[in-house]
Nanobody
Framework: QVQLVESGGGLVQAGGPLRLSCTAF????????MGWYRQAPGKQRELVAS???????NYGGSVKGRFTISRDNAKNTVSLQMNSLNPEDTAVYYC?????????WGQGTQVTVSS
């Protein structure tokens, strides 16, 4: 059974850091891309950052320069280091893993940034 296990969400003060991690279990095929998306109340889900198996990264415009994604292919793990957080970063963050056949999503982890 496929499972994406996320950890690291929580409450943080504006300007502070937070680190999210996600490990994928049970995916039979090679994972091409892993990444993070987020969804704030009343808004659409948006890309935060993604990383391909070869290490190519892509960031959403609002997080460039503040967030860093890293990936361990051998462990099927992706992490997101978030620095200089602001209240606009408050959202549920979802891990995503993509093979050539299917996309898999985690259950989401809440990140709340207080001003």
């Amino acid at each position: 059974q496929v499972q994406l296990v996320e950890s690291g969400g929580g409450l943080v003060q504006a300007g502070g850091p937070l680190r999210l991690s996600c490990t994928a279990f049970g995916i039979r095929f090679s994972i091409n891309a892993m990444g993070w998306y987020r969804q704030a109340p009343g808004k659409q889900r948006e890309l935060v950052a993604s990383a391909t198996r070869s290490g190519i990264t892509n960031y959403g415009g609002s997080v460039k320069g503040r967030f860093t994604i890293s990936r361990d292919n051998a462990k099927n793990t992706v992490s997101l280091q978030m620095n200089s957080l602001n209240p606009e970063d408050t959202a549920v963050y979802y891990c995503k893993a993509s093979t050539v056949f299917e996309d898999y999503w985690g259950q989401g982890t809440q990140v709340t940034v207080s001003s």
